[in-house]
């Protein structure tokens, strides 16, 4: 019995030596990165205050693409024009997947359109590119449903007489109840409590994602999950949005009408009551709440915090201001309401607007990819399953792309004559299988929105321009502006 002792021993250290020489020849294969320490990773090598810039600062030593491990999540980055679009678009397949983000997550547990992965995806994406299509994403009927919300807006800002006032909720009430009135068919009163208690939701577990503790969470979010902090409160911020849609639901299903659907949730009903036979549908309840919640709050706070971070940097560049209004009082005027048709004769106005979107930088790191099976990558070998960070804030910032990458400017979009200049480099919205499916209603939120107020009002900081502080207030999942204060002035 003694002998087995020694035995044993070293029958588990040949193992053990046999697991570690697997695990570093597959290793090996992958890009190359830091070496990371047991269950931390990388962590060492990160500021978890501004995870894009420290892997921009390991970008330089270990080239464009490289691997990098966040506790014990092992992820390949890609950064720059080239590595993500021959990744995202020429091997579109492979690198479909949707990787994770743990505080999410936490509540969607892979249901719903934005966090899920396989036919459950699949399925979900087609339907809601449908649908949406149907209630007016593609067609003009949207266009009628952003002015609408926006003569709302306006009557807001005349109600500020002037007087300075914080944009944040302001805007973020008007872009919420466009998507409420495709989602749900109704909008809300601006003075609603329950609506500003669903605001302030969704910014509060959207600014966790971007703190040092959700970054660590991100990392650990195994033992994290169980321990104190502030992760709870974002939790709680999620699950009181869940709710919300789960009500929103139950009233609908009471006065569903088949065969004359309201909104996206009475056609997700539709659906449901078709498939009910079917034991491998992806058409049930989870699935529809986590759908609806997800096209809620992405269309809610990524155009309203675009619409904030450019109006901060119009108060920074009173010149860019300046310009816009010229144009609008040429092509517009101010006796009528903008359109969907002047975007094309506005080159300037056009020209801005996609500036902001590059330099505000709304998802640095992308939102993580995996790669569906194991795949050949710029002569590595990329392990199915394994997580992917597309840097977008990368390919928005790439040299080789745009002439001042790192400073604010509508050049970037005008050619030598003035006119409106496409960049390839240009994807806010990411691309290939998973880009943005509420592209195009954003663009036109973006342009309807940002003219309209313009036509009507012209923008006065407290404080000076020189004074203006346009760098972000926090850089995580996603870029979050500083809060400031400005002044409409009537026109």
């Known amino acids: 019995m003694d002998l087995l002792g020694p035995w044993t021993l070293l029958l588990a250290s040949f193992l053990f030596c046999l697991l570690f020489l697997s695990a570093w020849k597959k290793r090996e294969k992958l890009p190359p990165g830091p070496t990371p320490l047991p269950f931390i990773g990388n962590l060492l090598q990160v500021n978890t205050k501004d995870m894009y810039q420290s892997l921009m600062k390991i970008r330089e030593k ?8 966040l506790g014990p999540r092992r992820v390949v980055v890609l950064c720059g024009y080239d590595a993500v679009k021959e990744a995202l678009v020429d091997q579109a397949e492979e690198f479909g997947g949707r990787g994770k983000q743990a505080t999410f997550d936490w509540l969607f547990q892979g249901y719903g359109l934005g966090f899920s992965n396989g036919e459950r995806a699949k399925q979900l994406r087609l339907f809601s590119i449908t649908t ?11 266009e009628e449903r952003i002015l609408e919300e926006t003569h709302f807006l306006l009557e807001s800002l005349r109600e500020t007489k002037s007087a300075p006032f914080d944009p944040t909720y302001t805007l973020s009430r008007t872009v919420c109840n466009i998507i409420s009135s495709i989602a749900f068919g109704d909008r809300f009163e601006y003075e609603d409590q329950e609506f500003h208690s669903l605001l302030s939701m969704m910014l509060g577990s959207l600014q966790f994602t971007c703190t040092s503790w959700g970054q660590l969470y991100d990392m650990f979010s195994g033992v994290m999950q169980y321990l104190p902090g502030p992760q709870h409160k974002a939790f709680k911020q999620l699950l009181g949005l869940e709710e919300f849609i789960m009500r929103k639901v139950k009233a ?7 065969n004359a659907p309201r909104d996206f949730i009475d056609c997700f009903l539709v659906k449901m009551q078709q498939e009910k036979e079917n034991t491998n549908t992806e058409f049930f309840l989870k699935n529809l709440v986590m759908t609806t919640l997800t096209i809620f709050f992405a269309g809610t706070e990524s155009i309203s915090t675009t619409l904030r971070y450019g109006f901060q940097l119009l108060l920074k560049y009173p010149e860019v201001e300046e310009k816009v209004h010229e144009e609008i009082e040429r092509v517009i005027g101010s006796n009528r309401t903008p359109n969907m048709d002047d975007r094309p004769l506005m080159p300037y106005t056009e020209a801005v607007i996609h500036e902001i979107q590059r330099f505000t930088n709304m ?3 992308g939102v993580a990819r995996c790669v569906t099976r194991d795949t050949q990558f710029r002569g590595y070998t990329i392990p199915k399953g394994t997580e992917v960070f597309p840097m977008l804030g990368s390919v928005l910032r790439d040299a080789q792309h ?4 790192d400073v604010f400017d509508p050049q970037h979009f005008l050619d030598e004559n003035g006119q409106f200049k496409k960049n390839e480099a240009f994807m806010p919205f990411s691309v290939g299988k998973r880009y943005c499916l509420g592209e195009q209603l954003a663009r036109k939120e973006l342009f309807l929105i940002f003219t309209s107020i313009l036509q009507n009002f012209r923008f006065k900081s407290p404080i000076p321009p020189e004074q203006i502080d346009i760098s972000p207030m926090l850089v995580g999942f996603v870029t979050i502006p500083r809060f400031y204060d400005m002044c409409a002035i009537p026109l």
């Open 62 to 69: 270990y080239g464009p693409v490289f691997t990098i491990h």
């Open 132 to 142: 949406l299509r149907n209630f007016g994403m593609g067609k003009r009927s949207v």
């Open 252 to 258: 609908q299903e009471e006065t569903l009408d088949p």
């Open 363 to 365: 998802f640095p790191s």
């Open 402 to 405: 745009f002439a001042r990458p």
